[in-house]
């Protein structure tokens, strides 16, 4: 029971021998080196030692699948001890060993190298680094817009292996204009298709996203006056309807307008209200 143990201190490991060897303890803990020659001579048992692994590098940055070579030592007591180097047996969450060579993955991330020896275990880290950027993705990819409408394009850049890379962009539109945050907006000209780019600052990696610039619509609509109105039983009442077109009137013959009501009648452009009151 280590609870009953009585732990006894001494000046130096010598003393701690000596005591030892005169049976005045039955346990001491030092480094290998104050034991190591009673041990030879058969007179004390060395019960444990403390061994320890360091890993070479204990932390790395890389670009996606970049190889990196790790060195591991042995330690007994804080002291190198002689081993092959096969030994060692090498493991990560991502990417692969070939011995003591680690291929990082494609994916960037931070990884855990594990190191196992009969003697222990020690754990190094990676951390993979996105590459530069290879592509650019703008979305949306296509856009229909009416002449003076506006739109907002995102750009996102990636490496060769797939990873987003942070970057900034310069934007750029063969017709319209483009704004620094990726805002278009369609010139005058409509029925025609642009390219709106994203260029990765500093370099010609860029992606690219079309506009299909369309003439407006003619809105036409009728107005109506009055557009409410509250009348007695049988009363005549006068309507007055204009034509516009985007909001502008144009003339039309009275004829071409027709007028309907789901009670009452109508004789032209004038209504006779109906006998019933209610709402028409």
Request: glycine share 8%.
């Amino acid at each position: 029971d280590p609870k009953k143990l009585k732990t006894v201190v001494f000046k130096s490991g010598g003393d701690s021998v000596t005591a030892l060897l005169g049976g005045h303890i039955d346990v001491m803990m030092s480094t290998t080196a104050a034991p190591v020659k009673q041990r030879r001579a058969g007179k004390v048992r060395i019960l444990a030692i403390d061994y320890r692994i360091e890993v070479s590098p204990s932390r790395t940055v890389v670009a996606p699948l970049e190889r990196v070579t790790f060195k591991s030592t042995l330690l007994a007591d804080g002291k190198r001890v002689d081993v092959w180097p096969w030994s060692f047996r090498y493991e990560a969450d991502a990417g692969r060993f070939e011995e003591s060579v680690y291929r990082a993955p494609e994916k960037a991330g931070t990884y855990e190298i594990r190191v196992s020896h009969e003697h222990g275990k020690a754990t190094a880290e990676v951390v993979v680094r996105p590459g530069p950027a290879a592509r650019v993705e703008v979305r949306p990819e296509r856009q229909v817009l009416e002449s003076g409408a506006e739109s907002v394009f995102a750009a996102k850049a990636y490496d060769s292996a797939g990873n987003e890379v942070e970057a900034t962009f310069q934007w750029r539109a063969t017709g319209g204009e483009v704004d620094a945050r990726g805002v278009y907006r369609a010139g005058a000209s409509g029925g025609k298709t642009f390219e709106v780019a994203a260029v990765v600052t500093g370099t010609t990696i860029s992606g690219r996203a079309l506009i299909e610039v369309r003439a407006p619509e003619t809105r036409h609509r009728l107005v109506v006056d009055p557009a409410r109105i509250e009348v007695s039983p049988g009363e005549l009442v006068e309507y007055r309807v204009v034509l516009q077109k985007d909001e502008k009137p144009v003339e039309c013959w009275p004829w071409e307008i027709e007028f309907q009501a789901p009670s009452g009648s109508f004789r032209g452009s004038r209504y006779l209200a109906p006998e019933k009151p209610g709402t028409y």
